[in-house]
């Protein structure tokens, strides 16, 4: 096995997750990085090795016990130990109460809580025999507080704050630093210059729409503080944004 020190995103997309992955990368960490298909992976892997970097791309269900149980056994045993986990998997969806179905209502809860969980208990596990390592999940407004349509969105991601809440008073006296990040904005995406072109145009030039590689600075800043003064929640928004 190698003795190189991994950090696992999973969820790394095009914009958050992705940047995270670099920037753990740019300082000598093996990036590890899952989605539910390995190959939308493919540039983002160039990305890291063009600049010089390490980087490994896994195909995984995170809903799914028996993928996360073997995602995080393949990795310990074939490429390094974990040292960093960012939980990033998102869930935003927009429906009515009375149009959210049984369905959407829990394959919302799966992604956003029950895959959280499962990476992170995963991720406990072979960090308590080092006696080290840092768990960093991805919130949202969501997150605090439920909106007008998100009813499905707000409870996986008032759950996954929860089960943060309880890792980091669980794993901190244990040495294992676990922080919830709430990104309350939009993010600097495809998706959202391509929904409302005209505000996306606006806000970019003058920083009013959140920067993804501005967003990975904090969670390796995370990473790196000293355990004396541990931060197990922040904040990120614009500067103009409304809260």
Not at 48 to 71: K, T
Not at 121 to 149: C, D, H, P, Q, Y
Request: proline share 3%.
């Amino acid at each position: 096995m190698s003795t190189d020190k991994v950090a696992l995103v999973i969820g790394a997309g095009d914009a958050t997750g992705g940047a995270i992955a670099r920037r753990f990368a740019r300082e000598g960490y093996t990036a590890c990085v899952t989605r539910r298909t390995a190959a939308p992976l493919e540039p983002l892997l160039a990305q890291i090795r063009a600049a010089g970097g390490q980087a490994h791309g896994f195909g995984c269900d995170a809903r799914v016990e028996e993928q996360v149980v073997a995602l995080f056994e393949q990795i310990e045993r074939d490429i390094g130990p974990v040292e960093v986990l960012v939980f990033n998997i998102g869930g935003n969806v927009n429906f009515s109460i009375t149009e959210t179905t049984e369905r959407v209502f829990r394959k919302v809860w799966e992604m956003c809580c029950l895959a959280g969980f499962l990476n992170a208990r995963e991720a406990a596990k072979v960090m308590l025999t080092r006696g080290r390592g840092t768990i960093l999940f991805t919130g949202a407004t969501a997150s605090l507080r439920g909106g007008s349509g998100f009813s499905a969105f707000a409870a996986g991601k008032h759950g996954l704050r929860a089960v943060a809440q309880s890792m980091a008073r669980e794993l901190g006296p244990k040495n294992i630093h676990v922080a919830h990040v709430v990104i309350d904005g939009g993010i600097d995406t495809a998706f959202i210059q391509q929904r409302n072109p005209q505000r996306y145009d606006d806000l970019k030039p003058v920083d009013g729409i959140l920067n993804p590689d501005a967003i990975a600075e904090n969670y390796w800043q995370l990473h790196c503080q000293h355990r004396s003064a541990w931060t197990h929640e922040i904040d990120l928004r614009p500067w103009m944004e409304k809260w």
